[in-house]
């Protein structure tokens, strides 16, 4: 077989491999107990780390939480959660979303919503079941490894698009292992929870957590697939 040829097999198998754990990452909600090795997590996280960042300042600080200590949060985050007055005193310390919506991002936000509570059997009306449901992000949707993650402060919004790139690396690599994630800014409301907790120092700032581990098959909640728009929809070509 000539070089070429070989080069040729090895470059398309490369691109299945890539384009598989990119096209098959999806936000889970429901995760099996089985345990995740550290030195899986440590590999996860080392090949993330390869992500760009401007001028190699690498912004990324990483919380790894399991068992006992991972239970624990999830206990004190629920219980502000799920009272009332406690949860006034909880709010984001940076805007995620938008405060004023418009289509087509409200009309897809509404969309991934109902078409999960459907799943679920949660009507418009079910405001408890919602709020239950919502409070399952605390419990890292029982995955058996929570990630907070949190940047320095002086940091400015360059450096936090160099973030999601190491956000996005993160749930790759977990793909091309066989695992499975969820990143959630529904952790960012309890910042001073989290920072408290961790005993993290002043200047560190939460940017998000996410869920790691094997997904539940048994569960509905992870037969959602949500739609993306055809690069038609949002591509231009300037020849």
């Not at 090795?37 to 996860?44: G, K, N, V, Y």
């Not at 698009?161 to 960012?188: E, H, K, S, W």
Request: with cysteine; net charge negative.
């Amino acid at each position: 077989m000539s070089t070429n040829n070989s080069e040729t097999i090895s470059n398309d198998l490369r691109t299945l491999i890539v384009d598989e754990a990119i096209t098959s990452r999806r936000s889970v909600r429901a995760f099996l107990p089985t345990p995740i090795p550290r030195e899986t997590i440590l590999d996860i996280l080392h090949v993330a780390s390869r992500a760009p960042s401007g001028t190699n300042t690498q912004p990324w600080k990483v919380h790894v939480l399991t068992g006992a200590k991972k239970d624990a949060l999830s206990t004190q985050i629920l219980a502000a959660h799920n009272d009332p007055e406690a949860l006034k005193n909880h709010t984001q310390e940076y805007a995620y979303y938008p405060e004023q919506w418009i289509s087509p991002y409200i009309d897809r936000r509404r969309k991934i919503g109902w078409d999960l509570y459907a799943l679920l059997g949660l009507t418009r009306e079910n405001k408890v079941g919602m709020h239950a449901q919502h409070g399952r992000n605390y419990q890292f949707f029982d995955a058996p490894v929570g990630l907070i993650f949190t940047i320095d402060r002086i940091m400015e919004q360059g450096s936090w698009l160099d973030y999601g790139m190491f956000l996005q690396n993160i749930m790759v690599a977990a793909r091309g292992r066989g695992l499975d994630t969820c990143p959630q800014a529904a952790f960012t409301p309890f910042h001073r929870l989290i920072q408290e907790f961790l005993n993290l120092p002043k200047n560190d700032m939460l940017v998000c957590g996410m869920s790691l581990g094997y997904a539940d098959p048994s569960k509905i909640e992870n037969q959602l697939v949500t739609e993306r728009a055809a690069p038609e929809d949002f591509v231009q070509f300037h020849d």
